[in-house]
């Protein structure tokens, strides 16, 4: 089993950047993806960007292609979610999701943290 925590979120005007952080713990070297979701109050849930955990290919919703950056950092056991170019849309609780190799679907998730824009 592989736990996941999220730090970093917070208030931030428009325009504005935050770093997101998700440390991984547990049975870590069964990690095959790692991706960032995030969830507006009323919206459903909606992929972000995720990234492989050994080779570090990347993807991106459309949404903040250009604009967010997803890494990791395997030797500290954690993701990061770098993101520039803040909008008010961007609002919403952002969550990490891990797949391993033991499943199709990502079956660690985070507690989420609140990423707030004000414009």
């Known amino acids: 089993q592989v736990q996941l925590v999220e730090s970093g979120g917070g208030l931030v005007q428009a325009g504005g950047s935050l770093r997101l952080s998700c440390a991984a713990s547990g049975r870590t070297f069964s990690i095959n993806t790692v991706a960032w979701f995030r969830q507006a109050p009323g919206k459903e849930r909606e992929f972000v960007a995720h990234i492989s955990w050994n080779g570090g290919s990347t993807y991106y919703a459309d949404s903040v292609k250009g604009r967010f950056t997803i890494s990791r950092d395997n030797a500290k056991n954690t993701a990061y979610l770098q993101m520039h170019s803040l909008k008010p849309e961007d609002t919403a609780v952002y969550y990490c999701?891990?797949?391993?190799?033991?499943?199709?679907?990502?079956?660690?998730w985070g507690q989420g943290t609140q990423v707030t824009v004000s414009s």
């Open positions: 999701a891990a797949r391993t190799t033991f499943s199709a679907d990502f079956d660690s």
